[in-house]
């Protein structure tokens, strides 16, 4: 059995912690808030005190921080993993964050002798404890074979997507057609209503016609068409909204960084702030359909 250093212990780190432990690996937990490595300590993991503590000494380090400042927090600098884990320590980050930091990042792993990989995740809370994430791995072939063990254990599809940065570029992508998928949708729902169709008659029609898609056929945003999707359940998140933003705007910042056109895209973001505004960051993101209803 390894020994993991495992770095962020929020929402998504502290189950997916708990599913290492529960396949019988040894975890040092470390996370800024005390609170979530006691929670982890709970759980049965050792405590670390510090980031170098969390990395030395391991067979692989994990990550799951917020944001690309944090994940280099995490790895540069003397306090951090690139200075005090040995070079055979793996080095796996499945934090969400900006396709560029995540190249940066990953060339001052290969740089210092390290196998890294970026390996976000899509799935949500419930997917980290169920250990059904879905793992996009960026990285060279050796590092993601060496990798793929330890995903296995807390995800159920790990699919390599190609080199340093590919896992990050690949969430982004998809979540970026996930919310135009979404917004369509929910246009549709609301334009039908309008023209006197019935929420449940638009959705036989569309469902098993050329506008057939995940988000009307297994998230429909509106009540009563498929009884297990958030809108059922006052669109209680499910993948909030804020997310979904946080995704859009990576994919815009990709977008600028490779000089390329994605209105869609662009527009989606623009309306997904516009739902934060209005204060639905919170609930799932396929209350964008409450906005373009005129409910919220
Ligand atoms: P969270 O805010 O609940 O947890 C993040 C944790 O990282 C916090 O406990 C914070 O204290 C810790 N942290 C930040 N900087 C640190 C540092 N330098 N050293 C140690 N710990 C540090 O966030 P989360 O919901 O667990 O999300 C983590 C990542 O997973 C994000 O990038 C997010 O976009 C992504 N993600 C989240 C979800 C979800 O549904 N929550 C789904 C898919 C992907």
Known sequence: MAKIGFIGLGKMGLPMVE??????????????????????????????????????????????????????????????????????????????????????????????GFDMVDAPVSGGVGGAVAATLTFMVGGSEKAFERASPFLEIMGGK???????????????????????SMIGTSEAFALGRRLGLDDQTLFDVSSVSSGANWSLTTYCPVPGPVPTSPANNDYKAGFAADMMLKDLRLAQAAAADSDIETPLGELSEALYSRLAEKGGGGLDFSAVFKMLDGSL
């Open 158 to 180: 790990i699919i390599h997507t190609g080199g340093p940065g590919n896992g990050q570029a690949a969430k982004i992508c998809n979540n970026m057609l996930l919310a135009i």
């Open 19 to 112: 599913n290492l432990l529960a396949a019988g690996h040894e975890v040092k937990a470390f996370d800024l808030f005390p609170q979530n490595v006691a929670a982890a300590e709970e759980a049965g993991a050792a405590a670390a005190d510090s980031i170098a503590d969390a990395a030395k000494g391991v067979d692989a380090v994990i990550s799951m921080v917020p944001e690309g400042k944090h994940v280099r927090a995490v790895y540069e600098g003397d306090e951090g993993v690139f200075a005090n884990a040995d070079p055979e320590t793996l080095l796996i980050d499945s934090s969400t964050i900006d396709v560029a930091t995540s190249r940066v990042v990953s060339r001052q792993a290969v740089e210092a």
